[in-house]
């Protein structure tokens, strides 16, 4: 059973930062490309960043390019978001995926096997 479970979601003011932390479990993590979506009310869910079962390939979305950073410690079996200079437009619920396939690559929702409960980041002006 794979569970992942994020945390270090929260309300923040405009440019400011949040760290998300995203713990897996259930299976081997170091093999499985891992990555960040998030839904805003009303939108449908989007990419926001991927990082590959080495991290040896990173994928951004256009919109949070040079503000947002994904890394993997797999001894930890965590991934994490590094938000910086946070905007309105990025207040959403996200969500940490993990890759249907071994060693593939993680950009788009068809690509998810699993999916975290989501945590709440809310920017405010």
């Known amino acids: 059973q794979v569970q992942l479970v994020e945390s270090g979601g929260g309300l923040v003011q405009a440019g400011d930062s949040l760290r998300l932390s995203c713990a897996a479990s259930?299976?081997?993590?170091?093999?499985?490309?891992m990555g960040w979506f998030r839904q805003a009310p009303g939108k449908e869910r989007e990419f926001v960043a991927a990082?590959?079962?080495?991290?040896?390939?990173?994928y951004y979305a256009d919109s949070v390019k040079g503000r947002f950073t994904i890394s993997r410690d797999n001894a930890k079996n965590t991934v994490y978001l590094q938000m910086n200079s946070l905007k309105l437009e990025d207040t959403a619920v996200y969500y940490c995926?993990?890759?249907?396939?071994?060693?593939?690559?993680?950009?788009?929702?068809?690509?998810?096997?699993?999916w975290g409960q989501g945590t709440q980041v809310t920017v405010s002006s």
């Open positions: 259930g299976r081997s993590f170091s093999s499985y490309a």
């Open positions: 990082v590959t079962w080495s991290g040896g390939r990173i």
């Open positions: 995926a993990q890759a249907r396939l071994i060693y593939s690559t993680l950009t788009h929702g068809e690509q998810v096997a699993y």
